[in-house]
Structure formats: structure tokens, C-alpha cells
């Protein structure tokens, strides 16, 4: 069985940093793109970064891009996200993702395997 666990939310002042962890069980994902998404209340799931399983090429969504730094380490099947520069805009739960299946790295449909979800809360 496939598991995705995220770890690492919490509340954090803005300005501030968290470090998301994604740990992958049940299948290795070394050679498959693993993305962060997040999703606030009331709003749609939004994409935030991705990595890619081959070269590693990192993408990012536009309201994250300077902030947020994805990572990987295949040898512990995880996904990271070092999130920086918090703002409160950044409240949401964040989800790991994991093996898209349509190659479009910010569509949250391409994707198979996802956690449960970590909250981050970011106070002004």
C-alpha cells in the first residue's frame, strides 16, 4: 500500500520559516515527479513546486517563486519544502504529491498518490 505522510506544519509569525517533510512508503518514487500543493479554506487546491524525477528541474507556482525551495532524497524516498519569508497568504494545508501521470506538473488531476495533508498557519 502506498503511503504519503506529511510532517512538519505548524504556526510560524510571518516572516518566519517551516520545513515540510513527505515521506513515501510502498513504492520507490525515484524516477517520478513529486509536487507540493496547498489548499486554503474556501479556495481551490493550488499548486506550489514541483520536482521532477529525472533531472530534477524544479518548477514553482508564481505566489511562491523566491520564497519556497523544493528538495529531494530519493535514497529516503522523501520530498521536501523549505518554506521562507512566510506570509499570512501562505495559511493552508499542504499536501505532498506524488507519480503524475499526464505530465502537466501543476494540474493536481495528474497526480496518483497524495498524503493527508499538514496545516501551516501563518499569523500577521
Known amino acids: 500500500q502506498v503511503q504519503l505522510v506529511e510532517s512538519g506544519g505548524g504556526l510560524v509569525q510571518a516572516g518566519g520559516s517551516l520545513r515540510l517533510s513527505c515521506a513515501a512508503s510502498?513504492?520507490?518514487?525515484?524516477?517520478?515527479?513529486m509536487a507540493w500543493f496547498r489548499q486554503a479554506p474556501g479556495k481551490e487546491r493550488e499548486f506550489v513546486a514541483v520536482i521532477l524525477g529525472r533531472y530534477t528541474s524544479t518548477y514553482y507556482g508564481d505566489s511562491v517563486k523566491g520564497r519556497f525551495t523544493i528538495s529531494r532524497d530519493d535514497a529516503k524516498n522523501a520530498v521536501y519544502l523549505q518554506m521562507d519569508t512566510l506570509k499570512p497568504e501562505d495559511t493552508a494545508v499542504y499536501f505532498c504529491?506524488?507519480?503524475?501521470?499526464?505530465?502537466?506538473?501543476?494540474?493536481?488531476?495528474?497526480?496518483?498518490?497524495w498524503g493527508q495533508g499538514t496545516q501551516v498557519t501563518v499569523s500577521s
Open positions: 510502498g513504492r520507490s518514487f525515484g524516477g517520478d515527479s
Open positions: 504529491a506524488a507519480y503524475n501521470t499526464l505530465g502537466e506538473i501543476s494540474n493536481a488531476q495528474a497526480y496518483r498518490y
